[in-house]
């Protein structure tokens, strides 16, 4: 940072997936300003100062070297959130803005109560003027009630002023590092151009200018909610059209290549899988919903809900797909699922796609050996509300009893233990290891006739088959 920047000191409050890389790499890019990453979660900050850098509460790749550089120099991990706003010129707000589950909006509307407490701490703690930045995803129009409630504070015995900005974020789990220190852009919203300088000059340390977009407060707010309906609506088109492709002969990945060339369209996001998951997508699509119907735009509000609704559709589908390609039934039958995360390369399994085709197969009773390299067996029991039992015996038979239907999951240790004695294998996120399998060795552990349900377009349905193998591919009809 230069010597002449107008902030010397930021406190970012929220120290999850966001706002701890987002400050790592201001603070290891601005070596000249102190940030301070706040929380309430003490066990969270402890983690972040854990010695041992691979204890940090986020897993992303690069994050350990960045926090080695800048922790105990200028970036500093605390619970003392009322006096590091006091002593900051800057303050992120960069909680958890969930679905709401009770009350007016419930399932939709975001649940703003954290933003709003952090509003009031900030309001009743800051001194001198405070920049406030929106770094959460919020509903379009949250910062008129940020500004309300900093407005409301009593300041006639101290001078205090704000200046409300904000700055989504537009990273990636698994790539946010990358993400944050190569941004496509950076987007400040805000009414006060000073204001506005002082945010970008902190970016300008290592991002072109030409990338950092100004704009008004309710475009950078819309703007999150609009490029995460945009990514998630390329998913459910190009799901749609692989239930189509199934249908006709056609191949899903043919039309992606095929569609992707065209510059206008675009070659990324194209991938047809199990529909889309994750801790954001759906809740901001939601959101966005919520607020279209608030406005009074019912039309445009079922426009993005059918993005969702085509979503839960699709990992619906697949598990319909797979009881009847197994003569309709797997009651009593063993199922191999490999891959429980959300996407690859990350241990998150909010959203994903394979809670619901897990809990359809559990509902027919099927057994489930779940295998994956990143998740707890914990998080996936949590997730499927069912506690894993004891893996059955190698030898115990291809299909151990269970025609009562009682449903029942273990976690496999390895692929190879996963499938063995089962009638199919799904494929469910698109780990690297499970592009390499060597079919030939573990088709023969298979009760035949046996199924890959290839959800993820990773397999090469040839090795497959040669392996006398029943291949389903997301997208690829019989030609
Ligand atoms: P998170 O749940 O991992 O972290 C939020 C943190 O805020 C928690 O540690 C919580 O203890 C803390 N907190 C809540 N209220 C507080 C308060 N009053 N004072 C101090 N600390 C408080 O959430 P996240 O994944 O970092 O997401 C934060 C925001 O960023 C959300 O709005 C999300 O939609 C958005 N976002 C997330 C991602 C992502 O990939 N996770 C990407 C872009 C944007
Ligand atoms: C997404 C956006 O990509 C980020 O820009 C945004 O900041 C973030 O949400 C957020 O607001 O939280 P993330 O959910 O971490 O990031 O991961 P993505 O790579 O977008 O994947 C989301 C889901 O879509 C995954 O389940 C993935 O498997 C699926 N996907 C993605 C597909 O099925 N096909 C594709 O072609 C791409």
Redesign the pocket.
């Known amino acids: 940072m230069s010597s002449n920047s107008t902030i010397r000191s930021i406190c970012c409050?929220?120290?999850?997936?966001?706002?701890?890389p987002t400050m790592a790499v201001i603070a290891d890019r601005c070596p000249d300003v102190k940030v301070t990453v706040?929380?309430?979660?003490q066990d969270?900050i402890a983690a972040w100062n854990h010695p041992d850098l691979s204890k940090l509460p986020?897993y992303e790749p690069g994050l350990d070297a960045v926090v080695e550089r800048a922790r105990g120099r200028n970036l500093f991990f605390s619970t003392a959130?009322e006096e590091t706003i006091a002593s900051a010129d800057m303050v992120f707000i960069?909680?958890?803005?969930p679905t709401k589950t009770r009350g007016l909006g419930a399932g939709q509307a975001s649940d703003l109560r954290?933003v709003e407490?952090?509003a009031r701490?900030v309001a009743k703690e800051a001194t001198g003027h405070t920049i406030v930045v929106e770094?959460?995803?919020?509903p379009v129009r949250t910062a008129e009630a940020v500004k309300a409630i900093l407005g409301s504070v009593d300041s006639s015995s101290e001078q205090k002023t704000f200046s409300v900005l904000s700055n989504?974020?537009?990273?990636?789990?698994g790539t946010?590092i990358r993400d944050l220190a190569n941004p496509d852009r950076v987007l400040i919203g805000g009414e006060n151009a000073e204001a506005i300088d002082a945010l970008a000059e902190i970016y300008q340390q290592w991002v072109p200018e030409e990338k950092i977009l100004r704009t008004n407060l309710w475009s950078s707010e819309l703007s999150?909610l609009t490029a995460n309906a945009f990514l998630a609506q390329r998913i459910s088109s190009i799901n749609s059209v692989a239930a189509l492709c199934e249908a006709t002969g056609a191949d899903v990945r043919e039309v992606a290549k095929a569609i992707g060339t065209d510059s206008r369209i675009g070659p990324k996001f194209l991938n047809a899988g199990p529909g889309f998951g994750?801790?954001?997508f759906q809740?901001?699509i939601l959101n966005l919903v919520y607020l279209c119907r608030h406005f009074g735009l019912p039309d445009v509000a079922d426009y993005w809900e059918s993005v969702v609704l085509l979503n839960t559709w699709q990992q619906h589908r697949i598990a319909r797909l797979v009881v009847q390609k197994l003569f309709g039934t797997v009651t009593g039958k063993r199922l191999a699922i490999l891959g429980f995360a959300f996407k690859a390369d990350t241990n998150d399994t909010r959203e994903a796609p394979a809670i619901r085709i897990c809990k359809d197969l559990l509902e027919e009773g099927a057994q489930l050996a779940i295998h994956d390299p990143k998740v707890d067996p914990e998080q996936i029991s949590r997730d499927l509300n069912l506690i894993a039992s004891q893996a059955p015996e190698e030898d115990a038979g291809p299909t151990r009893g269970a025609l009562s239907g009682e449903a029942t999951w273990w976690p496999s240790p390895d692929v190879a233990s996963a499938i063995r004695g089962a009638d199919a294998v799904l494929i469910l996120t698109e780990w690297q290891q499970y592009r390499e399998l060597d079919w030939s060795t573990l088709a023969p552990l298979m009760r035949k006739p046996a199924w890959v349900f290839d959800a993820r377009g990773v397999v090469d349905p040839k090795q497959v088959e040669s392996g006398g193998l029943n291949v389903w591919r997301v997208g690829e009809g019989d030609a």
């Open positions: 409050i929220g120290a999850g997936y966001v706002g701890g706040v929380d309430i979660n969270r986020v959130v960069s909680v958890n803005t954290w407490a952090c701490t770094k959460s995803t919020l989504p974020e537009f990273l990636a789990e946010a999150k994750g801790s954001c809740k901001d």
